[in-house]
């Protein structure tokens, strides 16, 4: 049982679209992560929400929504992709009390 | 601001080799420290943390990291590293935030390759 998942892993798309990545956590965990590698790998964070309250937010174009219907979901909807939004978005989770992430395998986002 | 610096941005060596890996964060407070592997094509795993106690904390797969406060540092240690370890490496340090919550801050990451 994949304890973080997300969907769909690879994704390729014109610059203008609008697409969405899910991520689903079967750990009981109460927040929830989204995570952008670029092409040099570093890891910024971008969004977090505990038991579907945003609680980070960091600075990150309007076009990016986090959704997060109940705590094991959280979606990332980016509207109007740019050639820069091509990464691999990572949705991580973890329990407050200790920081440790647990990671999902990735959706590679590239923007044509 | 809370940060993570990695020195080491592409380290290069040979099976059995002995590896080590800087590590230093900038924070003042209590801190939770980490060590994330990402092996080519794959998510991240936890190699090791370090909450509090023994500031040597003992990994997977042979790994260990010293906190050494004093020098705000907690560097990846292997005495005798094998090809499989190729990977990305990640030093994280945990800070908290507004509301008693945590955000995981990562290093540049360092590429090691350790060739056969």
């Known amino acids: 049982d994949t304890a973080v998942s997300q969907t769909p892993k690879y994704l390729v798309t014109q610059m203008g679209n609008d697409k969405s990545i899910k991520c689903e956590q079967n750990l009981g965990h109460d927040t929830m992560y989204w995570y952008k590698q670029d092409s040099k790998k570093f890891l910024k964070i971008m969004f977090s929400?505990?038991?579907?309250?945003?609680?980070i937010n960091e600075t990150v174009p309007n076009r990016f929504s986090p959704k997060s219907p109940d705590k094991a979901h959280l979606n990332l909807h980016i509207n109007s992709l740019e050639l820069g939004d091509s990464a691999v978005y990572f949705c991580?989770?973890?329990?407050?009390?200790?920081?440790?992430?647990?990671f999902g395998e990735g959706s590679r986002l590239t923007v044509l | 601001a809370q940060s993570v610096s990695q020195h080491n941005h592409h380290v290069i060596l040979s099976e059995a080799a002995s590896l080590e890996l800087g590590c230093n964060y900038s924070y003042g407070g209590t801190v939770n420290l980490f060590w994330y592997v990402q092996y080519p094509g794959q998510h991240l795993q936890l190699l090791l943390k370090?909450?509090?106690?023994?500031?040597l904390v003992k990994g997977i797969k042979g790994f260990e990291a010293e906190f050494i406060k004093s020098k705000f540092s907690f560097n990846l240690r292997k005495p005798s590293v094998q090809w499989s370890d190729t990977a990305e490496y990640f030093c994280?340090?945990?800070?908290?935030?507004?509301?008693?919550?945590?955000?995981?801050?990562f290093g540049a990451g360092t590429r090691l390759a350790v060739h056969p």
């Open positions: 370090y909450f509090s106690g023994d500031p």
């Open positions: 994280a340090v945990n800070a908290r935030i507004s509301g008693g919550y945590n955000k995981l801050i």
């Open positions: 929400y505990n038991n579907k309250e945003l609680i």
């Open positions: 991580a989770s973890s329990q407050e009390n200790t920081g440790e992430l647990f």
